[in-house]
């Protein structure tokens, strides 16, 4: 399965769930510092229908480092309703986030989905298949990070055949090492191995 499916299959799992929150829960803080679930719903979609102009003036507008919160606060008039519809009219990503053939919006999704799930929790098993590929194209992104987390590391999956680098072990489930090494502290218990203080160290926890 291809990047692109994988990130509609995403797409459909989350907006599923989304139909089931109370008004209440799209109000409470996610995983994603200062933003509510509604806020991180409206940041996922954000990047939909931007051109290449759409998207300059977005940077421009954000300073390029705000370019995020600049489309929150675009799509913050929208209630859960209108955010819900439109994330269903746009399960195929498109615009930015149907970069390097669905790969933006795969990884982008399936963070934001536990970024989501788990201050309401509410867990899920994410698909092997997304996940290993999550994790293997999260290594790599300068946007997300991971890359300065985790040098000198080994990093280990005790849940799904996924392991990565040498030095230090760091083991838990490939979920748990996903949020941390995007920079997600909550996690950081889950985890375990002599290298778990170093990640720690790294992430500010």
């Known amino acids: 399965m291809n990047d692109m499916e994988m990130a509609r299959l995403e797409r459909v799992d989350l907006a599923e769930f989304l139909a089931t929150l109370t008004p209440e829960q799209w109000e409470q803080p996610s995983l994603c510092e200062g933003w509510r679930v509604r806020d991180v719903v409206a940041h996922m979609i954000s990047y939909e229908e931007l051109g290449r102009w759409g998207l300059l ?11 995020n919160q600049a489309g929150v606060e675009e799509f913050g008039s929208l209630g859960p309703e209108r955010l819900l519809q439109f994330l269903n009219e746009h399960l195929v990503p ?9 790969m933006i919006a795969l990884v982008d999704g399936t963070i934001h989905h536990q970024d989501i799930r788990r201050p309401l929790g509410v867990p899920r098993q994410i698909p092997t298949d997304r996940l290993t590929r999550v994790l293997d194209a999260t290594l790599p992104n300068p946007r997300l990070g991971a890359w300065h987390r985790i040098r000198g590391l080994r990093l280990r999956a005790d849940d ?7 030095g230090p072990e760091v083991v838990g489930t490939g979920e748990a090492l996903l949020l941390a090494i995007t920079g997600r502290p909550s996690v950081l218990r ?16």
């Open 57 to 67: 003036r977005r940077f421009a507008k954000g300073r390029i480092v705000r370019a």
């Open 94 to 102: 498109r615009g930015l986030t149907a970069g390097f053939g669905g």
């Open 190 to 205: 889950e985890l375990t191995g002599s290298g778990q203080p170093v990640l720690a160290a790294r992430i500010g926890a």
């Open 160 to 166: 799904i055949d996924w392991s990565h680098g040498t």
